[in-house]
């Protein structure tokens, strides 16, 4: 399976306006233990710079946009996040750095774990290092 991946969400709609549902195990694939959310962020700031060894999550721009850059150890993919009705499922060894947030963007990210700094990776030569052992 992919190590990342965009998954489209029915929007239920009326009159009254639009309404996105998110149900485990229907259109996220794990069980969801944490939710966070990333908001007002700076203008030119850019965020992440790591990967995570067991997380999986799913990112979306419920409000705004924001661009994540995807880096599988070989190469990088920018994939920009610009609508509610697209979540950005991410799992496996992925660097993941996020930049070119707009001033109003809320980012909803849903976690397969609950924090934990041990999970993270935050060298990008440590992380080519576990890129290189997962192939052995
Ligand atoms: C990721 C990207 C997409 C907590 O205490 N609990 C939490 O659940 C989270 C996510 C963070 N924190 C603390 C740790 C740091 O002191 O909040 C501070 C900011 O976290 P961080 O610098 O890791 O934030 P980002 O935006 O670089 O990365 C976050 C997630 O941490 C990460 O898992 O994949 O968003």
Not at 90 to 102: A, H, N, T, V, Y
Not at 121 to 134: H, M, P, S, T
């Amino acid at each position: 399976m992919a190590n990342y991946r965009l998954i489209n969400f029915k929007t239920l709609g009326d009159e009254r306006g639009s309404l996105i549902a998110i149900e485990q195990g229907y259109n996220t694939p794990f069980e969801i233990k944490r939710v966070y959310y990333i908001f007002e962020t700076k203008a030119e700031v850019e965020r992440g710079f790591h990967a995570h060894i067991n997380l999986k999550q799913m990112a979306i721009a419920v409000k705004g946009s924001c661009t994540f850059v995807l880096d599988n150890g070989k190469k990088r993919e920018e994939i920009k996040l610009t609508n509610p009705n697209q979540g950005l499922f991410i799992q496996g060894l992925i660097w993941r750095e996020m930049k070119d947030f707009s001033t109003d963007c809320v980012l909803i990210v849903l976690a397969s774990e609950h924090y934990n700094e041990g999970d993270y990776i935050r060298n990008y030569d440590e992380f080519l290092k576990e890129v290189e052992n997962a192939k052995k």
